[in-house]
């Protein structure tokens, strides 16, 4: 069993920044591939990033590409969302969850879900 908190979220003006934290519970979080997913009012949750157990890999949805970076520090169990340039559109509740395979940008290929954190970006 992993328990995911995720913090970090916020107000913030368009074009500014956050940093998403994910802290997870369990000695096998360095084994685990991890995603954040998004969600907004309304709308289906979608994939934002993606990185695998080492953090050599990573991949992220056109949206979000070159504006978001994705890390993780596995000796602190966390995985991190750094997002800059904010968008009005980038408003949801952010979520981080654990892959265990199938489809990278599919929710269903995830578990363990977080509570979320929001983050509200003004215009």
């Known amino acids: 069993q992993v328990q995911l908190v995720e913090s970090g979220g916020g107000l913030v003006q368009a074009g500014g920044s956050l940093r998403l934290s994910c802290a997870a519970s369990?000695?096998?979080?360095?084994?685990?591939?991890m995603g954040w997913f998004r969600q907004a009012p309304g709308k289906e949750r979608e994939f934002v990033a993606y990185?695998?157990?080492?953090?050599?890999?990573?991949y992220y949805a056109g949206s979000v590409k070159g504006r978001f970076t994705i890390s993780r520090d596995n000796a602190k169990n966390t995985v991190y969302l750094q997002m800059n340039s904010l968008k009005p559109e980038d408003t949801a509740v952010y979520y981080c969850?654990?892959?265990?395979?199938?489809?990278?940008?599919?929710?269903?290929?995830?578990?363990?879900w977080g509570q979320g954190t929001q983050v509200t970006v003004s215009s």
């Open positions: 969850a654990v892959r265990f395979g199938g489809i990278m940008l599919s929710s269903g290929s995830y578990a363990y």
């Open positions: 990185i695998n157990w080492s953090g050599s890999s990573t």
């Open positions: 369990g000695r096998t979080f360095s084994s685990y591939d």
